[in-house]
């Protein structure tokens, strides 16, 4: 019920933006995750968003480098992705909770996307 979009090809110092939708419910209140997975990686958390939007995180090695924002007309929550590098390569999935803050546990989700593939490469 989330589907990600933005994923791609790109090189090295390029950007992406990925956006996470929902069709059938409501973004709003919701603590958006981001997580990514590179191939024979255990899945990581990226960022979070707030279900008020009023607060954000970032894993150590995207700060300063990647955004998480939403959209409440769209009904989109993005992540904007700068200056990337090759080890930023994987599957990026985002995940919904309706919640404050993001839960700890990746299974206490309540949506989870299919995900976009992001590649970094020259």
């Known amino acids: 019920q989330l589907v990600e979009s933005g994923g791609g090809l790109v090189q090295p110092g390029g950007s992406l933006r990925l956006s996470c939708a929902a069709s059938e419910f409501s973004l709003d209140y919701y603590a958006i995750g981001w997580f990514r997975q590179a191939p024979g990686k255990e899945r990581e958390g990226v960022s979070c968003i707030s279900g008020s939007s009023t607060r954000t995180n970032y894993t150590d090695s995207v700060k300063g480098r990647f955004t998480v924002s939403r959209d409440s007309a769209r009904n989109t929550v993005y992540l904007q992705m700068n200056s990337l590098k090759p080890e930023d390569t994987g599957a990026y999935y985002c995940?919904?909770?309706?919640?404050?803050?993001?839960?700890?546990?990746?299974?206490?989700?309540?949506?989870w996307g299919q995900g976009t593939q992001v590649t970094v490469s020259s």
């Open positions: 995940a919904a909770d309706y919640a404050s803050w993001c839960p700890r546990d990746p299974h206490d989700y309540d949506y």
